[in-house]
């Protein structure tokens, strides 16, 4: 017996005794008969279960859909729900049919209300009706003929000074100060200045060369308020690019202050004089006034005096 005949044979064994178990677990054991015999009810008690199920059906055909059977005390519970569900009026109150009690009736005294408020609407468009108001004037005057001050009826304050006091000279010395004033110095030599010379001495002294022809002293806003002009006519300087600069000569030059200016009296007269004796210096020349007398000590003192005068009348 070779090996392929040998697993042959344990194969087929195998499957006899498996087929063998299978019989017998299938067959019913003598217990099982047992209980079988014993589940085996009489028709008379199937009969009552058959009844007691439809019973149960049909009582839960009655809910709508089916569902397990419930107790007697769930049943009570759920119909007293329901019966909370419906609304119940009582008999003393008063019913209206469905709809009724949205309609809008309206009053029987409507017509009285509307007739007072007409009433009232055309009372109060009576009392808006605008009011004109006519102004009648007795006398109209012209400004020349009020005067400067203002109306007759205007009064000017006095001060503590007493009614119709008499001017005083010094108030009339005040009132000329205010009064626009210039004052010019000359520069001159006992030669004619050259153009070159005196240009490099008056843009040393801080002047710029204005498009009118003359030197200027201008402001921190750039305002001029200071004036340097030729003393011989037209009064005007050639500008440096033209031909006749170089050659171009003067016999002195003057400096024009016109108060009031955008600079303080004080500073602006301080000012043309420091720039005047600069510029003498410079040119070897000497100081002198309008009348082309030579300025002194004096006469310089008695100019910052008067710009001290005008500037505190001014405030």
């Known amino acids: 017996m070779n090996e392929l005949q040998l697993v042959l044979l344990i194969f087929a064994l195998v499957v006899v005794a498996v087929m063998v178990f299978l019989h017998y677990r299938n067959q019913p054991t003598p217990a099982s008969k047992g209980r079988a015999s014993k589940s085996v009810r009489p028709e008379s008690d199937n009969a009552d279960s058959v009844e007691h199920r439809q019973k149960a059906s049909h009582a ?18 759920f119909h007293a729900q329901s019966d909370e569900d419906v609304e119940t009026v009582p008999e003393n109150q008063g019913k209206l049919p469905f709809g009724d009690e949205f309609d809008d009736h309206e009053p029987a005294y409507k ?42 009826g205007d009064k000017q304050p006095s001060f503590g000074k007493p009614a119709n006091t008499p001017v005083t000279e010094s108030e009339n010395k005040l009132a000329e100060v205010t009064e626009p004033q210039v004052f010019a110095v000359m520069v001159m030599g006992s030669q004619d200045f050259a153009m070159d010379a005196l240009n490099k001495s008056l843009l040393g ?95 310089i003192q008695a100019m910052r005096d008067a710009a001290i005068a ?4 001014g405030i």
Do not use: W
């Open 60 to 77: 839960l055909n009655e809910f709508g859909e089916g569902h397990i059977p419930v107790s007697n005390k769930t049943q009570a519970r």
């Open 111 to 152: 017509p009285r209300i509307q007739a007072e408020k007409a009433t009232k609407e055309s009372a109060e468009t009576q009392n808006r009706a605008p009011q004109h108001f006519v102004l009648e004037v007795e006398d109209l005057k012209t400004l020349d003929e009020v005067g400067p001050i203002g109306a007759a």
């Open 205 to 299: 002294v801080g002047l710029s060369f204005a498009p009118q022809g003359i030197y200027v002293k201008k402001d921190t806003l750039g305002k001029p308020y200071l004036h340097v002009a030729n003393i011989m006519e037209p009064g005007t300087f050639p500008a440096m690019e033209e031909e006749r600069f170089s050659a171009f000569t003067t016999q002195g030059v003057v400096l024009i202050l016109s108060l009031p200016t955008s600079v303080k009296a004080p500073a602006a007269m301080n000012d043309m004089i420091m720039i005047a004796r600069k510029v003498s210096q410079r040119l070897n020349g000497r100081l002198y006034d309008a009348q082309r007398h030579l300025l002194k000590e004096s006469d």
């Open 310 to 313: 005008y500037e505190t009348v």
